[in-house]
T-cell receptor, first 113, second 115 residues
Framework: DQQVKQNSPSLSVQEGRISILNCDYT??????FLWYKKYPAEGPTFLISISSIKDKNEDGRFTVFLNKSAKHLSLHIVPSQPGDSAVYFCAAKRPSGTYKYIFGTGTRLKVLA | EAQVTQNPRYLITVTGKKLTVTCSQNMNHEYMSWYRQDPGLGLRQIYYSMNVEVTDKGDVPEGYKVSRKEKRNFPLILESPSPNQTSLYFC??????????????FGEGSWLTVV
């Protein structure tokens, strides 16, 4: 039972354009969501997060949108740069009091120069 | 430098030979956990610890043990490794409270092959 789904295994975008990575979840009790970027041979690095009480969070070129009614999360990267080419994971945290995180299967983003 | 350090980074071992992957963090984080990454399955949580002597199972705990005797260390123990435990393993930590307490910081990963 995949509670956090990233249905697009890969995405290619031209440099300078917008990259949109999507994530769907099934458990309405998740209270915190995070996006991580992973380069080959490195550990995942934190990008941006959002609490379930918000619907948008912005940090520089990265914006995360949360649609609770649709149980949908998206990461927007504007403008996309070749250095953004990596695998992106979304993650959801189970309700307060636990530290169980569920990760999606990842989307490989390739930004074309 | 704030970091999560895990060792070994690469290991090939044989079925049934006990091994331990060490993990240490220097950020005084309360929460630590172990994940494995497999193709098509993403990152799956094995075990986590909310503080010293407090551990709990994640989603795929079978075949693994952990201990948290000190706040900074959280070793992963494979008592009798099997080939289906061949994977890329990540240790992670987070503060566990406060505004940024939910952000997880990962180590660089340990490639484990069981033959």
């Amino acid at each position: 039972d995949q509670q956090v789904k990233q249905n697009s295994p890969s995405l290619s975008v031209q440099e300078g354009r917008i990259s949109i990575l999507n994530c769907d979840y099934t458990n309405s009790m998740f209270d915190y969501f995070l996006w991580y970027k992973k380069y080959p041979a490195e550990g995942p690095t934190f990008l941006i997060s959002i609490s379930s009480i918000k619907d948008k969070n912005e940090d520089g070129r990265f914006t995360v949108f949360l649609n609770k009614s649709a149980k949908h999360l998206s990461l927007h990267i504007v403008p996309s740069q070749p250095g953004d080419s990596a695998v992106y994971f979304c993650a959801a945290k189970r309700p307060s009091g636990t530290y169980k995180y569920i990760f999606g299967t990842g989307t490989r983003l390739k930004v074309l120069a | 430098e704030a970091q999560v350090t895990q060792n070994p980074r690469y290991l090939i071992t044989v079925t049934g030979k006990k091994l331990t992957v060490t993990c240490s963090q220097n950020m005084n984080h309360e929460y630590m956990s172990w994940y494995r990454q497999d193709p098509g399955l993403g990152l799956r949580q094995i075990y986590y610890s909310m503080n010293v002597e407090v551990t709990d199972k994640g989603d795929v705990p079978e075949g693994y043990k952990v201990s948290r005797k000190e706040k900074r260390n959280f070793p992963l123990i494979l008592e009798s490794p099997s080939p289906n435990q061949t994977s890329l393993y990540f240790c992670a930590s987070s503060l566990g409270h406060g505004i940024s307490g939910n952000t997880i910081y990962f180590g660089e990963g340990s490639w484990l092959t069981v033959v």
